[in-house]
């Protein structure tokens, strides 16, 4: 049984083909990251897998159960969470308070205490979200996805906009996540994505262009020349 599988998908807004027949499927407890270039359509996908979009054609199934049909709440209570590309929090709550209220939706058993323990993050618990840094609120979105302790976690550029050092710290939350939660990561930076991911995926236009193991993506020369570019050869 996969993870993740998506068949066959297709959604287009007006006249723009966003997705264009794409499957792929996604083993559990798998890393995946899904990688190509802006306004090729990863966003839709997720939120295609997650329901928040549907789909023109095709069919989406999660742990072996055809969810197409589904609400994004149902899909949630099969263990799916995910992450914004932008901030998606109470910015006028404190940590805390945040961390609490999504205790409390979901019915969770955690202690916010031991949760913020548990990531390094309890000595900033009364300070409002506002005015954490970016990248700390860019860690606290992740935890939010957390307390609903899922079995598959969908991240859409939990990195952007951080610093190095920051971006160090979430990657390492993430590498930190036990291996029976799935991960799929969008991500532009490559130094996250040869870090975290087992296999990657590379969209273009709407269509898997391209999948296989961080050496393999590294390495092909259609992947290094659309996406990766020259620059960024000689880093990785
Ligand atoms: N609700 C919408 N209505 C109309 N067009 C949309 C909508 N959502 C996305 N698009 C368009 O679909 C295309 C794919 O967008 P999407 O956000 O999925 O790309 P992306 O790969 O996540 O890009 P980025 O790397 O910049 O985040 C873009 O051209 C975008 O403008
Ligand atoms: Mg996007």
Do not use: C
Not at 154 to 165: C, F, I, K, N, R
């Amino acid at each position: 049984m996969k993870a993740i599988e998506v068949k066959d998908i297709t959604k287009k807004y007006g006249g723009l083909k966003v997705l264009r027949h794409l499957s792929l499927s996604i083993a559990p407890g798998e890393r995946r990251a899904i990688i190509g270039p802006n306004g090729t359509g990863k966003t839709t996908l997720f939120n295609i897998i997650t329901g928040v979009t549907k789909p023109d054609s095709g069919k989406i199934y999660v742990f072996g159960k055809n969810v197409t049909r589904l609400s994004p709440y149902h899909r949630a209570r099969l263990g799916l969470a995910r992450t914004f590309q932008r901030n998606n929090l109470f910015f006028n709550l404190s940590l805390l308070d945040n961390i609490n209220l999504a205790l409390q939706v979901n019915r969770s058993q955690l202690k916010a205490k031991d949760f913020l323990e548990n990531w390094a993050l309890y000595h900033r618990k009364n300070v409002k979200v506002k005015e954490l840094s970016y990248g700390e609120q860019r860690q606290v979105e992740l935890l939010l996805a957390l307390v609903q302790s899922p079995r598959l976690m969908l991240l859409d550029e939990p990195t952007a906009g951080v610093s190095q050092g920051e971006s160090r710290v979430i990657t390492e939350m993430i590498q930190r996540l036990p291996r029976e939660v799935t991960v799929v990561i969008i991500e532009h930076d490559m130094e996250v994505v040869f870090n975290l991911a087992d296999r990657i995926t590379v969209l273009n236009r709407g269509q898997v262009l391209y999948e296989g193991n961080r050496e393999e993506v590294r390495t092909h020369p259609t992947v290094k020349d659309i996406y990766l570019g020259a620059a960024e050869e000689e880093d990785i």
